[in-house]
C-alpha cells in the first residue's frame, strides 16, 4: 500500500516545499507592501486548501491562496469585483506581467512564470476579526459563508498531531479513490473537504488509522451502513446544538461555523452514488484481503484504485 501511495498517490515532500516556498514569497512581498501601505485593500494572504494541510495529491491542480480584502473597499456589484482584485494584484505585484493574472469566469488565477504553477485566489471578505474570520462568497449563489483559514489549518493540524502521519494519508488515499470513480461516472461527487471532516469525525471516535486496508475498509463500512444518516459535526469552536435542523441529504458541518453545511450542495442521487461507491470499494477491499494469491489480490484493489494499482 505504501509504494503505491508513494509511487501515484502522495505529491513528493520536496515538490511541496517549492510550491509553498513560492506561495509565501508572494505572502512575503504583499506583507512587505502593507508596510508601506497600511490602508491597502489587501489585508493578508495565506496558503489554503490540500497543499496546506498536507492532503495534496501527486498529481496537484491548482493552488489554492486566501486572499484577505477590507470589507468596506470590495464593490459591491460582485459583477465587477474580479476585475477590481485583479488591478489590486497588480497594484500590490508590479512586476506581474499582464498574462500572470487571469480572470476567469468565477475565479482569478495568478502564474508564476519560472514553474507554471498555478495559484487560484480565494477572495476573503474580511471585517478585521482576530481569527482572520471572514466572508467566503459562493460562486454558485453569490451567497456569503463565514470562514477562518487559520482556524481550519489548526483544527487539521490537530488531528494530525494525534494520528502522525495516517490521517492525512487515508485522506490523500479516499481522495484518490474519489479521482478514480469520476473517472467512472463524471458525476460522482465527494469534495476533499467532506472526506477531511469524515476521516476526522471518525478519528476522533476511536477509528485506528495506522492500517490503512483495514481503516479503508472500516470507513466505507460507515458509509455503507449510516447512509448518512448521521449529521457529522465538532465542538471545538462552538455547541453542536447550534446546528439547525436541516433536511439536506447530507449534513457535514463547517467545524468553524455552524450555520454552514458543507454538503448541501448535494442531492440524494449524489448521495446515494458515494454510498454505492463505498460498497463497493468496502467488497472489494475485504476480497482483497482473503484472497489467496497476489493476482487476486491485486484484482481487487484495482477495483478500489483503479488499474494503476501496484502493491
Known amino acids: 500500500m505504501m509504494h503505491f501511495a508513494d509511487d501515484k498517490v502522495n505529491l513528493k515532500r520536496e515538490d511541496a516545499k517549492e510550491y509553498r516556498e513560492q506561495v509565501n514569497r508572494l505572502r512575503d512581498r504583499l506583507e512587505q507592501y502593507l508596510k508601506e501601505h497600511p490602508d491597502f485593500s489587501l489585508r493578508k494572504m495565506l496558503l489554503s486548501g490540500s497543499l496546506a494541510k498536507g492532503t495534496a495529491l501527486k498529481s496537484i491542480g491548482d493552488i489554492d491562496v486566501a486572499v484577505y480584502i477590507s470589507i468596506v473597499d470590495a464593490p459591491a456589484d460582485m459583477g465587477k469585483f474580479l476585475s477590481w482584485l485583479a488591478a489590486r494584484l497588480r497594484e500590490a505585484f508590479p512586476n506581474f506581467k499582464p498574462e500572470q493574472v487571469v480572470e476567469n469566469p468565477s475565479t482569478l488565477t495568478v502564474s508564476f512564470t519560472g514553474t507554471g504553477l498555478r495559484v487560484d485566489v480565494v477572495p476573503i471578505l474580511y471585517e478585521g476579526d482576530p481569527d482572520w474570520k471572514g466572508y467566503l462568497v459562493s460562486k ?24 502522525e502521519n495516517h490521517l492525512a494519508q487515508i485522506v490523500r488515499l479516499l481522495k484518490y479513490w474519489t479521482r478514480y470513480q469520476k473517472t467512472q461516472n463524471p458525476d460522482f461527487r465527494f469534495k476533499s473537504f467532506m472526506i477531511e471532516l469524515l476521516v476526522a469525525y471518525l478519528a476522533d471516535r476511536g477509528l485506528k488509522l495506522d492500517d490503512y486496508p483495514e481503516a479503508l475498509a472500516e470507513i466505507f463500512a460507515y458509509i455503507a451502513t449510516d447512509a448518512f444518516r448521521s449529521e457529522i459535526v465538532f465542538k471545538d469552536h462552538y455547541n453542536p446544538a447550534l446546528c439547525a435542523e436541516c433536511s439536506d441529504p447530507i449534513r457535514i458541518w463547517d467545524p468553524v461555523n455552524h450555520k454552514n453545511n458543507t454538503a ?27 484472497a489467496p494469491t497476489k493476482a487476486d489480490t491485486l484484482r481487487h484493489w484495482r477495483r478500489v484504485f483503479g488499474p494503476t494499482f501496484d502493491a
Open 140 to 163: 454558485h449563489t453569490g451567497e456569503r459563508v463565514l470562514t477562518s483559514i487559520p482556524m481550519h489549518l489548526e483544527f487539521i493540524r490537530r488531528r494530525k498531531t494525534a494520528n
Open 264 to 290: 448541501r450542495q448535494y442531492t440524494s442521487a449524489q448521495k446515494d452514488a458515494i454510498i454505492d461507491a463505498a460498497l463497493e470499494a468496502g467488497d472489494a477491499i475485504d476480497t482483497a484481503l482473503r
